[in-house]
């Protein structure tokens, strides 16, 4: 990512902040307000520009039959991402990913690993719903790439979950082999975790387990306590 001006900004405000910090210790009023030096960076507002290009996106034939995009939900201050497929029909109306079936389940994977329903950043591979939530084309997904790219640079976590083959395949963190669900990839030097998408766990639940033995390989990347259940 182009973050020159933002480092920029970043030292400027560290600069402006250690001389409030002076005049501080010399008896002045100091600094009137908190500064918070990671939101001067820019990457909210890179986001927020982001999504609502997203809005008005018509890079792919997925624009004519959307309802809303879907950009992302959660926080971008986050060390844990989870990429998934494409909205269905919840979220094609909502605006907003994994708010249907699948994503109460995912609610439930996520609070079982001890975070916050809205303490991690969930985005798509693509933003427009695809007719009768078909996979989205090749096309598709690339044309999208010019969301999700900056969208994953700007909130750099420490781990990607891509959550189902088409989310492990367009991080493209699917080996020759064809065994993706549980081997560690990477995205741009960010450790990937793909594991089965919970719409497949909705239809499969004796998958749960190895799905959660991916997540408990996750929080052990992140140094968090392992719950065992
Ligand atoms: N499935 C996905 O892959 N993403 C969503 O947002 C909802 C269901």
């Known amino acids: ?7 920029e900004l970043v030292s400027l405000v560290a600069s402006a902040q250690e001389l409030l910090r002076w005049e501080e210790a010399l008896g002045g009023n100091g600094f009137p307000a908190v500064v918070d030096v990671r939101a001067a ?7 927020q520009m982001l999504a609502s290009e997203a809005a008005e996106c018509t890079r792919c034939e997925l624009h004519r039959t959307r309802t809303k995009s879907v950009f992302a939900r959660g926080t971008c201050d986050t060390d844990l991402v989870f990429v998934g497929e494409g909205p269905g029909f919840h979220e094609d109306q909502q605006g907003l990913p994994f708010v249907g079936r699948a994503g109460q389940l995912l609610d439930r994977m996520i609070a079982a690993m001890g975070y916050d ?8 591979v693509v933003k427009c719903r695809a007719p009768e939530n078909r996979t989205p084309l090749p096309t598709e997904a690339i044309a999208c790439a010019h969301f999700l790219v900056p969208q994953l640079e700007a ?4 781990v990607i979950v891509a959550l189902g083959r088409c989310a492990a395949e367009n991080l493209r963190c699917v080996p020759p082999s064809g065994k993706w669900r549980g081997i560690w990839g990477e995205w741009h030097d960010i450790p990937v ?4 998408h919970p719409a497949f766990l909705l239809r499969s639940p004796q998958f749960k387990k190895p799905v959660w033995e991916d997540l408990q390989e996750v929080l052990r990347k992140l140094n968090r306590e392992v719950p065992k259940r």
């Open 193 to 196: 975790m793909p594991t089965y």
């Open 117 to 124: 329903r809205d303490g991690v950043y969930i985005c798509n």
């Open 41 to 47: 960076r820019g990457y909210h507002t890179r986001l």
């Open 1 to 7: 990512m182009a973050n020159g001006p933002d480092e």
């Open 155 to 158: 909130v750099s976590p420490k």
